[in-house]
C-alpha cells in the first residue's frame, strides 16, 4: 500500500495551525491552500449546523464555493444545489457525486474547538464532512476532468429520508448514468474504504399500532377490555416474526420504540398506542415483515377483546450495490490509495439511508470511508460525540472524484 498516512501542518488564513493524517495517494492530490479552504469549510458547516430543510446558510455557502471552482450551479429541493463540472466530451455519459449537508437535533459534546455553536443541533453523522468533501471531489476534477460531465449533488434532508426523492422529483438528475456517495464511518481507520457489491444498508419502514378497548377502573378490570395487557401480548408476538417466520439467514429487524398508554395508575385506558421499525435488506422481506405486523396485531388483538389498528410509512429502500458500480468504485479507490486500503465491510447493516431512492432510477454505489484517526475509539454515529477525522475530507474527496472518472470512462466505452 503506497499510501501510508502522513502528517501534513496547513495554517488556513482565518484558522490556527491544523494537524492533518492522510494517506499520501489522497494528500497529494491537493495543494496545501486547498488543504487548508477545505478544513475551513469543514470546521464552519459543522459550527453551524442546520436541521432538515433549514440548511440555508449551508446551501448559500456550498452554492458560493462550487460557483468559485468553475460549477455552473443549479438551486433545487428548497435548499439542495447540484453543480455541474465538464468534462473532456460533451457527448459523454454523465455521472453525479453526492454529499449530504443537514445536521441532527443533538446537542454535542465531543469538546471540539469548532463544536457546534447551535444549541442542540450538530452534525452527528459527519455530513460536514461529506458536504466538504465533495467540494473537495470537485476541486480535483476541475484539474483532472472526467471523461463526460460531473454533477456534484449537495443534498438536503438526508436524515429524515426525504432529500433525495425531492431532488430526483426536480429533474436534476434526469439522464445521469452512474451515482457514487459515501458515509463517514469510524469503524475504519482513515484510509480504509469499503467499496464491495450486494446490501450495504437496509430499508427503514415505520409502524405505529392503535389497540383500541374499553376502559374502567383500575380496580374492576373485568368491565374493561384492557389495551394494555393487549399491547404486551402483541410486543411478544411481534418478536416471533424475525425468530420464527422469517429464514434464519436472512437479515430483519423489528423493533418498538415506544408505547403510550393511560395517565392515571388507576385506571384502564381507552387505548394503546405502540410504534416501531422495519428492517430489511430485500423487497421480499420488506414485504413479510409489514404483512405479519398487520396479522399479527390484528389477531392477537382480537383474542384479547381489542381492536388494532396498524399504519406503516415506508421509508428508505435497501441499499443493493450491484456488481459493475462495485467494480468501477473498486478501481478508483486502489487508483487513490492502492489494493490494500479495500476492506471489507464485515457487517450486516440494518441502518437506512436516503441515497438508496437515488439508486432506485440510477446505477451506482454507495461506499464506507474510514474516518477514525490514529489511536481513536469507534464512536456511533449519531452520538453528541461523534466526530469524523479531518484525513478522511481528502481520502473521501480524492476517492469520488476518481469514482468519476473511472465510471465516466467506463461508460463512454460502452457507447
Avoid at 429541493?77 to 454529499?99: H, K, M, Q
Avoid at 465533495?134 to 460531465?149: E, N, V
Avoid at 396498524?310 to 421509508?315: A, D, P, S
Wanted: glycine share 8%.
Amino acid at each position: 500500500m503506497r499510501s501510508d498516512p502522513r502528517a501534513t501542518r496547513v495554517t488556513p488564513s482565518s484558522s490556527i495551525p491544523v494537524r492533518v493524517e492522510a494517506p499520501s495517494g489522497a494528500r497529494d492530490q491537493f495543494g496545501d491552500e486547498e488543504v487548508a479552504q477545505l478544513l475551513a469549510l469543514r470546521r464552519e458547516l459543522h459550527r453551524h449546523p442546520e436541521l432538515s430543510w433549514k440548511e440555508y446558510a449551508t446551501s448559500d455557502r456550498l452554492a458560493a464555493v462550487a460557483e468559485s471552482l468553475g460549477g455552473v450551479v443549479v438551486r433545487v429541493a428548497n435548499t439542495g444545489v447540484v453543480a455541474r463540472f465538464r468534462g473532456e466530451d460533451p457527448t459523454a455519459p454523465v455521472v453525479a457525486l453526492r454529499g449530504d449537508i443537514d445536521a441532527l437535533p443533538i446537542q454535542e459534546a465531543t469538546g471540539l474547538d469548532y463544536a457546534s455553536a447551535v444549541p442542540g443541533v450538530m452534525h452527528a453523522c459527519g455530513h460536514d464532512v461529506h458536504a466538504t468533501w465533495a467540494i473537495g471531489a470537485a476541486m480535483s476534477l476541475t484539474r483532472r476532468p472526467a471523461r463526460g460531465d460531473v454533477l456534484v449533488v449537495l443534498q438536503p434532508a438526508e436524515e429524515i429520508g426525504a432529500g433525495a426523492p425531492a431532488i430526483l422529483a426536480s429533474g436534476a438528475l434526469d439522464g445521469v448514468a452512474a451515482i457514487f456517495g459515501a458515509h463517514v464511518d469510524r469503524r475504519f481507520a482513515v484510509g480504509q474504504v469499503v467499496a464491495e457489491a450486494g446490501p450495504l444498508a437496509a430499508s427503514a419502514d415505520a409502524f405505529t399500532i392503535t389497540l383500541h378497548g374499553r376502559g374502567a377502573h383500575g380496580a374492576r378490570p373485568h368491565e374493561a377490555a384492557d389495551p394494555i395487557v393487549a399491547a404486551a401480548a402483541v410486543i411478544t408476538a411481534l418478536q416471533t416474526i424475525v425468530a420464527r417466520r422469517l429464514d434464519p439467514a436472512v437479515p430483519a429487524v423489528c423493533t418498538v420504540g415506544s408505547i403510550h398508554a393511560g395517565v392515571a395508575s388507576n385506571v384502564i385506558p381507552e387505548q394503546a398506542v405502540l410504534t416501531g421499525t422495519l428492517r430489511a435488506m430485500d423487497a421480499h422481506t420488506r414485504q413479510r415483515l409489514v404483512d405479519e405486523v398487520k396479522r399479527l396485531a390484528a389477531a392477537v388483538a382480537d383474542a384479547y377483546g381489542v381492536r388494532a389498528d396498524v399504519t406503516v410509512e415506508h421509508g428508505t429502500p435497501p441499499i443493493v450495490n450491484p456488481a459493475p458500480q462495485a467494480a468501477w468504485a473498486r478501481t478508483a479507490a486502489a487508483n487513490v490509495l492502492g489494493d490494500a486500503a479495500i476492506v471489507p465491510f464485515g457487517i450486516t447493516n440494518m441502518g437506512g439511508e436516503d441515497f438508496a431512492f437515488y439508486m432506485e432510477r440510477i446505477p451506482g454505489c454507495f461506499l464506507r470511508i474510514g474516518a477514525r484517526e490514529a489511536g481513536g475509539e469507534s464512536v456511533a454515529a449519531h452520538s453528541p460525540r461523534f466526530h469524523a477525522a479531518d484525513g478522511a475530507i481528502l481520502v473521501g474527496a480524492a476517492v469520488l472524484a476518481e469514482c468519476a472518472r473511472v465510471a465516466s470512462a467506463a461508460l463512454a466505452e460502452q457507447r
